[in-house]
């Protein structure tokens, strides 16, 4: 469990910095309808990462005798979900955002996570994780 949380304790900070970096790279060109669509598909992004490692939680440590749990968790969770196209309509309907800004919001968790899974397959400290189980 250790493992998962620091996962997405990582994906969660270098997606932070990829937001951070293209919400001052749009704004420093002075792009705000990308701004703003960066910004609003950076949060669905985020939401279905959350939505995810909850899911992935649930099936990993409950046992699957709750049926009954199970189902009114899958209809939250189709319940969110078509809460976030809804949500994706609306942006995109009334709000004057650029759709490539909104396209490369949507894939900032993306790229936080192979980011953050880049930089921690480069530190000296994890070269050697995952090799005790080996025979020489």
Do not use: C, H
């Not at 099936?59 to 209809?75: A, D, L, M, N, Y």
């Not at 936080?112 to 080996?134: A, H, I, T």
């Amino acid at each position: 469990m250790e493992e998962r949380e620091r996962f997405v304790r990582g994906t969660l900070v270098a997606t932070g910095g990829v937001v951070a970096s293209g919400l001052a790279a749009f704004g420093f060109f002075r792009l705000w309808g990308w701004a703003l669509g960066f910004a609003a598909g950076a949060l669905v992004s985020l939401g279905s990462l959350r939505l995810i490692v909850a899911t992935v939680a649930r099936f990993t440590e409950q046992p699957s005798s709750e049926r009954r749990g199970q189902r009114s968790w899958w209809v939250g969770s189709l319940v969110r979900l078509l809460g976030a196209a809804v949500l994706l309509f609306l942006v995109v309907r009334y709000l004057p955002v650029n759709l490539i800004g909104l396209a490369l919001g949507l894939l900032a968790v993306q790229i936080g996570m192979g980011g953050y899974l880049l930089v921690r397959s480069l530190s000296p400290d994890n070269r050697d994780e995952g090799m005790e189980d080996r025979k020489p």
